[in-house]
């Protein structure tokens, strides 16, 4: 590389750095071009390779962006719905959820300007990229400051709503990704119409599992809240139990229908049976949890040191204000350190930047600071990073105590 490249280079130090792929550096640099992170290392050897880089002394810590693998934008304008207090099951809380879309008049451009404000919130708190999952087409999101990836999400349990949902998804522009709500409002042909669709076209696959122990009821037994429920709502019985059910339990169903591989991501994962984990650990799939979510809607925790046992990297997802007030990923990392004491901090901070970018196929860009990479990043401070002593501390205090009045991109 000639002298002259590397003096248009610019070098950002800060007394500690972390690449997530390897391990933080203290006093470290990262060097950037005008797109890509050029190198990474410890300021003493960074400076001899780059005398004449000018240099960004920035208090605090580097960092890669945040990934929210899974969010509702089009639900933003919403606020929260039906408060744990006055909601006794997950059946109660979709039906809240559902009569407040069903019941307000809100315009396109309302919800378009709720979910530019999310958007904007999010990008402020560090997240540089994004899965939305949306049953509306609110608007474009190319000039956004964070990297958008949509969803068009299709439901159909009745042989009727499946027909017309294969319909019209043969008619959406195939640039156009689709995906599937959940296994218990989703048919089997239906999900096996749209991951077919989403394979032949390179797209992701995303899908709600076990996010309730009613959902798992539903499939493995016929019971819980979903069977009334799905009655009242499509005016006839639910399929289920799903027939043949052995120990794979739903896992295996979605196996056997081709939907478990590696460009699928499957969310919350709340209810997983150790057999469900080995089959999506084995296959390459990705999980998402929302912790936040999870909580608000008092489903439980889900098993993660089972899912890390098995070798899988969880994505951390927000999901939307209607299930969580606070969107926020940091928030999100504290409540899972608080809920898993035992699993460190550095594979939670992992989650929320290198499992998210996996799990979306955007690792070559996004989560970790590596050459290569993109030159958009963090830098965080607080005076609680300050007096930290060593890369543990600092990961733990980032973890439990970050917070998106601390971020500045670069
Ligand atoms: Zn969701």
Redesign the pocket.
Known sequence: MSDSRKSSFQIYRAPWVIPVASRVLSDGAVVVDSQNIVAVGVYSEIANEFPDSPVIVCPGVLLPALVNA?I?LELSIYGEVCPPENCYSMCSWIRALLRVRECSDLTMTGILKAAQRMVQKQYESGVGLMLD?GNTIIGNFDSSPVEIHFLYEMLGSTQVATERAIKFMAELPVVQSVTAHAPYSTSPKLLEAIKNRCSQNGQLFSL?LAESIDEVLLLTRGEGCFPEFLRDRTGSNSNFPIPGIDSTAVVGYLKNLGLVNAQSIF?HCVHLNDKEIEIIAESGSHVCLCPGSNRFLSVGKVRLQAMLDQGLLPALGT??ITSNPEVDLWQEMALLKKEHPRVSSEVIFSMATMGGARSMGREEVYGSLEVGKTARFLHVQDEAYDTVHSPEELLDCLVRKGHPDSVKWL
Do not use: A, F, P, R
């Open positions: 899974h509702h999952i709600h969310v999901d939307s």
